[in-house]
């Protein structure tokens, strides 16, 4: 990446204050435009959702993975639930999303209250293992809520074999005007559903998986505590990445808990953080980090900066942290601040192997939260950080009262907010469907074909914030 009028700002610098040039491109179309990264993880997208409780769960990381990204699992949660989720994620099929199942004696309630939990907005009726059914939002609507599903659901639905190509299901479900196919197996069991959409997006993307086939999974540990026998736990797991976390990187504890890691001698990459500068990346790459954290104070969740002045400007950190990373044959993932697609380029046109998504992906189907309304019917989640008094709470709930109180007078994070579901784009999918769109576009401006062109080619200018402002979309007329 070079800058615009090559001499380097004196200042740093953040997403908002800078935009790409466009320069002579042989790539003719962003279907061209090979998005993988190269820091060893095996995911095909960019795409890494953070280690946030609100919003890493099972839902969301079987369906990154399938589009092929990859989402870490939080520290905070026990050992042996991760270790669950690992192996139901690696379970997942590589093209049909797992249904909702329900049983034909459950209730309207249960229903209304776990379909919201897919974007595919249905579940699927089960007896002995088949499907019986299938049951939307609408056949619940009005209904008494204690009724059971078997009055309700929809006997007519059509079912497609578990080896049916994505593109054969595409043509089903537009030929029969279906909201979405039930695949079974050779016996009749379900195995999962695919949507119209989901279809289209199976021929697009490649799923992100291991080499046993299954679909990946990171997951977090922290640097308090026995960090060697928690991470050997989550490597028996079968954690594709091991992410050594706490707010601050740049310190002796990480350094020991690296250490601690790097004993075990594991064979996945190791990612650490968070740092923002040349000398922190150097320290953490030293103590045996493959991958970096960049980003301090940028999330949404996040107040560090205003509690403390502490942190730096998301674009300039990520460009001096992934400097020094490949120079040491390593690599870094820019953690927080995206609120755009064009945020994601841009982090990546400064270096970054791969760009960390929390709170945009918080408001979606596939986050771990209850679908919420409020006063106006508009749905949403609830989100919270890793260092408010709600996760710090979580975090310590195995200590004494005395203790626990202690620390619950410092928090640096927001401890409940609202993240509404975007009508237009209520699933994860349709974010990842929209950024990757982004991205693409970037790479072909840019003349890139390939990540590492991406960052070799971009050209970057500094503008004002009439500069950003222009570029912004009017939805009505001025």
């Given amino acids: 990446m070079q800058f615009l009028h090559g001499a380097t700002p004196p200042h740093d610098l953040t997403y908002d204050d800078v935009f790409m040039v466009p320069r002579h491109s042989g790539v003719g179309s962003r279907f061209d435009v090979d998005l993988s990264p190269s820091d060893g993880l095996g995911t095909t997208l960019p795409l890494v959702v953070s280690n946030m409780t609100a919003i890493a769960g099972r839902r969301m990381a079987e369906t990154v993975a399938r589009r092929g990204g990859i989402a870490v699992i939080p520290q905070d949660i026990p050992i042996p639930v991760v270790a669950e989720v690992i192996s139901w994620v690696k379970g997942r099929h590589h093209v049909f999303d797992t249904a909702i199942e329900l049983a034909p004696h459950q209730t309207i309630a249960e229903a209304v209250s776990l379909i919201p939990k897919r974007a595919h907005?249905?579940?699927?009726?089960?007896?002995?293992?088949?499907?019986?059914?299938?049951?939307?939002?609408?056949?619940?609507?009005?209904v008494d809520r204690f009724a059971q599903v078997r009055t309700v659901m929809n006997t007519s639905f059509i079912t497609v074999a578990e080896d049916t190509s994505p593109r054969e299901v595409f043509a089903t479900i537009e030929q029969e005007k279906a909201p979405l196919a039930v695949a079974v197996s050779?016996?009749?069991?379900?195995?999962?559903?695919?949507?119209?959409?989901?279809?289209l997006r199976a021929t697009l993307y490649t799923p992100a998986v291991d080499s046993r086939g299954g679909l990946v999974v990171a997951a977090a540990v922290g640097v308090n505590g026995d960090v060697a026998d928690k991470a050997r736990r989550l490597l028996e797991a079968g954690a594709d990445c091991l992410v050594v976390d706490t707010a601050h990187g740049h310190q002796e504890r990480m350094v020991e808990a690296l250490g601690a890691v790097r004993s075990l001698d594991p064979s996945v990459p190791v990612a650490a953080g968070n740092v923002v500068s040349a000398e922190g990346t150097r320290a953490l790459i030293d103590a045996g980090a493959d991958i970096v954290k960049v980003g301090v104070g940028p999330g949404a969740m996040c107040t560090t900066r205003?509690?403390?002045?502490?942190?730096?400007?998301?674009?300039?950190?990520?460009?001096?942290?992934?400097?020094?990373?490949?120079?040491?044959?390593?690599?870094?993932?820019?953690?927080?601040?995206?609120?755009?697609?064009?945020?994601?380029?841009?982090?990546?046109?400064?270096?970054?192997?791969?760009?960390?998504?929390?709170?945009?992906?918080?408001?979606?189907?596939?986050?771990?939260?209850?679908?919420?309304?409020?006063?106006?019917?508009?749905?949403?989640?609830?989100?919270?950080?890793?260092?408010?008094?709600?996760?710090?709470?979580?975090?310590?709930?195995?200590?004494?009262?005395?203790?626990?109180?202690?620390?619950?007078?410092?928090?640096?994070?927001?401890?409940?907010?609202?993240?509404?579901?975007?009508?237009?784009?209520?699933?994860?999918?349709?974010?990842?469907?929209?950024?990757?769109?982004?991205?693409?576009?970037?790479?072909?401006?840019?003349?890139?074909?390939?990540?590492?062109e991406f960052h070799d080619r971009a050209v970057v200018g500094v503008q004002s914030a009439a500069g950003f402002h222009e570029g912004r979309p009017l939805h009505t007329s001025w």
């Fill in 186 to 199: 050779d016996s009749g069991a379900l195995v999962g559903v695919l949507t119209r959409l989901g279809a």
């Fill in 306 to 452: 205003m509690m403390t002045g502490v942190g730096r400007p998301q674009f300039s950190s990520v460009g001096e942290c992934a400097e020094q990373a490949r120079s040491m044959g390593r690599h870094v993932w820019a953690d927080g601040g995206v609120r755009h697609p064009r945020d994601v380029a841009l982090a990546l046109a400064a270096g970054a192997s791969s760009v960390m998504v929390g709170s945009w992906f918080a408001g979606t189907h596939e986050s771990p939260g209850d679908l919420v309304h409020d006063a106006d019917g508009r749905a949403y989640k609830i989100s919270f950080g890793m260092a408010s008094a709600r996760a710090v709470a979580s975090r310590t709930s195995g200590e004494s009262s005395y203790d626990r109180a202690r620390k619950s007078l410092y928090e640096e994070g927001i401890s409940s907010s609202r993240m509404y579901l975007d009508a237009q784009r209520p699933g994860v999918e349709d974010l990842i469907d929209q950024i990757c769109s982004g991205v693409r576009s970037a790479c072909t401006y840019a003349g890139a074909s390939t990540l590492a």
């Fill in 121 to 142: 907005r249905a579940a699927v009726v089960v007896e002995e293992g088949r499907p019986i059914g299938l049951v939307t939002e609408q056949d619940c609507a009005e």
